[in-house]
């Protein structure tokens, strides 16, 4: 059985990087490890919403699906940050279904409890609205840029806003989920995103192997209009 999370396992997350030590101590005294496969499910639509998470390795996928079965992907979670904590202020079941897109380990937090913590303690309160408030500043601003690209720019600076190993002035990017889920994040078809490959590759800008993308010419990719 592995060891329950430590300080260090969560606290540079924004929710809980200006709490003190022993706030800390008393969350992971109430979180606890979740080891998913990929393509496993951790939570669905409706759902109540007891826990929070945090992930440590691997991505996890938050959707939606139409009444005809499609997917639409809200958003990829990636190492080291946190969904679902907003759930704990709006009503307390989850808006969208989860999923692993790849083996993964999660960090998962009592959201009562932290809600309790909240209740007697008027300085967390503000910590939190603080960070909250930072975070829904950051997501505005993004869906207001996206709303005024075009899918090739949405796709270029998805693309470099990946972890990427720099060699020689260019940006080797794995892909953290398939072409599929991944234009479906950005609101576009999937032939659109085959199209939009097809074109950065013939400018010189990419190359694509399976799941790798190499931009070849980061600067020129940031500037397309």
């Not at 200006?18 to 939570?43: K, M, N, Y």
């Amino acid at each position: 059985m592995p060891a329950p999370p430590d300080i260090k396992d969560f606290r540079l997350a924004y929710l809980f990087r200006d709490l003190d030590r022993a706030l800390l101590a008393q969350i992971a005294e109430r979180a606890c490890w979740r080891e998913l496969d990929a393509g496993a499910p951790l939570f669905a639509k409706n759902d109540p919403g007891n826990r929070f998470y945090l992930v440590k390795t691997g991505t996890m996928k938050l959707f939606l699906l139409a009444e005809d079965g499609q997917e639409h992907v809200m958003e990829l979670i990636g190492r080291e940050q946190l969904f679902a904590e907003a759930v704990m202020f709006m009503g307390g079941r989850y808006p969208v279904h989860a999923a692993a897109l790849e083996p993964t380990r999660l960090i998962a937090f009592d959201a009562d409890f932290f809600l309790g913590l909240l209740r007697g303690n008027t300085d967390l309160c503000l910590a939190l609205l603080a960070a909250m408030s930072r975070r829904v500043h950051g997501l505005v601003t993004e869906i207001d840029r996206l709303a005024l690209q075009t899918g090739v720019q949405r796709f270029a600076q998805y693309l470099l806003a990946q972890p990427a190993q720099k060699t020689a002035g260019t940006r080797i990017v794995r892909l953290p989920a398939t072409k599929q889920t991944i234009a479906s994040l950005l609101g576009i078809q999937p032939e659109t995103l085959s199209r939009i490959l097809s074109k950065l590759r013939d400018d010189g800008l990419i190359q694509v192997s399976a799941e790798t993308v190499v931009v070849l010419k980061p600067d020129a990719l940031g500037r397309i209009s």
